[in-house]
């Protein structure tokens, strides 16, 4: 894990934007929590299919996460009183949106074609390695937060390995991939913006936020393209190898690991484990179609 720019140590309230790709993108804001111990504050504003994944689609509404439909669907006074609600009962809160609204894909160019040309018809410039980004939530969570918040984390996420023997940007890594080391390093440029430097009103924020991600775009653009090949594969400026200590993941690996391997090596356990996830995935769907 290589990071560039300025992770605080301490906690804060934060929400944290960045250009997705994967799915390990996902666990790339857990890794950067865990460096802040602040594991147990990240939130997730999801897309409303994912409220029906078995067992982890009631644990992210459970864990304080926000479902949200896209575009003319998009609730905003749903999102406000969940925050709302957040922010009353001073829940930690490191809240993660990825405002491209899906991910970047380039074995799917008609998305990336479709972004761009909406990005012309609107006067926004024009991106490259990331999609044009929808600003609904993003206005919602700060509007509604700002007097909570601390800061927003701009980050950028780019993966060794995602570049064929043309130089063609290639898919981020699976889940898999990335758990079997085939992406060697990831890179993660974190760029921390005081609320006061953000605009309030949605149609300034949304130039703000678009600006944000042209930053983005030059940043990847220097990592997947740059003509000198000394400096592709990384982002401008300082970096450092930020390693993680036993100490603050061995417990939790002993924890799980043990209370999982006592359930399966028993006969009784198996089918424990069985259940819970057919009734667990039951309970929980019904749940989140009750109250999402």
């Not at 934007?17 to 993108?25: E, I």
Request: hydrophobic fraction near 40%; proline fraction near 4%; charge should be positive.
């Amino acid at each position: 894990v290589i990071i560039y720019g300025d992770l605080p140590k301490n906690k804060e309230n934060v929400i944290y934007l960045s250009n997705h790709q994967c799915t390990v993108d996902w666990i790339i804001a857990d890794m950067l929590a865990i460096r802040q111990n602040a594991l147990g504050h990240v939130r997730y504003v999801l897309k409303d299919g994912l409220k029906w994944l078995p067992l982890y689609g009631w644990y992210f509404s459970q864990h304080g996460g926000l479902y949200v439909k896209r575009s003319a669907k998009f609730n905003e006074k749903e999102m406000r009183e969940k925050l709302r609600a957040h922010v009353k009962s001073e829940t930690p809160m490191y809240l993660v949106i990825f405002p491209e609204g899906t991910r970047y894909n380039p074995e799917i160019p008609k998305v990336i074609a479709d972004s761009q040309s909406f990005a012309e018809k609107e006067g926004l410039a024009i991106l490259k390695h990331v999609l044009t980004p929808r600003v609904k939530a993003t206005h919602v969570a700060v509007d509604t937060m700002k007097d909570y918040l601390d800061a927003v984390y701009d980050v950028t996420v780019a993966y060794e390995g995602t570049v064929d023997h043309k130089g063609q940007r290639k898919l981020a890594p699976s889940m898999t991939e990335f758990l079997c080391k085939e992406c060697p390093r990831v890179h993660i440029f974190i760029d921390r913006i005081e609320l006061k430097d953000i605009p309030e009103e949605q149609m300034y924020m949304r130039r703000w936020l678009h600006e944000r991600f042209e930053i983005k775009d030059k940043l990847l653009i220097e990592f997947y393209d740059a003509k000198d090949s000394k400096r592709r594969n990384k982002f401008p400026g300082k970096s450092v190898h930020s390693k993680l200590s036993l100490k603050k993941t061995l417990p939790s690996l002993l924890f799980l690991g043990g209370l999982t391997a006592s359930m399966l090596l028993t006969e009784s356990g198996r089918k424990l484990y069985v259940k819970t996830w057919i009734y667990g995935t039951l309970i929980g769907c019904l749940w989140v179609s009750i109250k999402p």
